[in-house]
């Protein structure tokens, strides 16, 4: 599955932006799709996950009540709405796929298939 991220840039603190992955394949629809983090120095982190239907979301404890993942099957889109940003949500975001049919939050080697990134900066 290719996948093609959109949607980052730069954004004052408390400001909002909406991320975008699009799928090149029609069996999107049955992979449980992932939003991951890299900030400069650090190790890629999970930020959320959805489930194959997309009633199953799950959320890093720091993105929690800000952040909101969510799907649309027949565009084969994910999206990551992000409000409320902070500079420490400064990073590349990645998507991926993870398993099919799948309804767990799951590891990142369970992430087979990723995006290229998008940056996504936070001024204070």
């Known amino acids: 599955v290719q996948l093609q991220a959109s949607g980052g840039g730069l954004v004052q603190a408390g400001g909002s932006l909406r991320l975008s992955c699009a799928a090149s394949?029609?069996?999107?629809?049955?992979?449980?799709m992932g939003w991951f983090r890299q900030a400069p120095g650090k190790e890629r982190e999970f930020v959320a996950a959805?489930?194959?239907?997309?009633?199953?979301?799950y959320y890093a404890d720091s993105v929690k009540g800000r952040f909101t993942i969510s799907r649309d099957n027949a565009k084969r889109s994910v999206y990551l709405q992000m409000d409320s940003l902070k500079s420490g949500d400064t990073a590349v975001y990645y998507c991926?796929?993870?398993?099919?049919?799948?309804?767990?939050?799951?590891?990142?080697?369970?992430?087979?298939?990723w995006g290229q990134g998008t940056q996504v900066t936070v001024s204070s």
């Open positions: 394949k029609r069996t999107f629809s049955t992979y449980v």
């Open positions: 991926a796929t993870g398993p099919s049919y799948g309804s767990d939050r799951y590891s990142e080697s369970d992430y087979n298939s």
């Open positions: 959805i489930s194959w239907s997309g009633r199953t979301t």
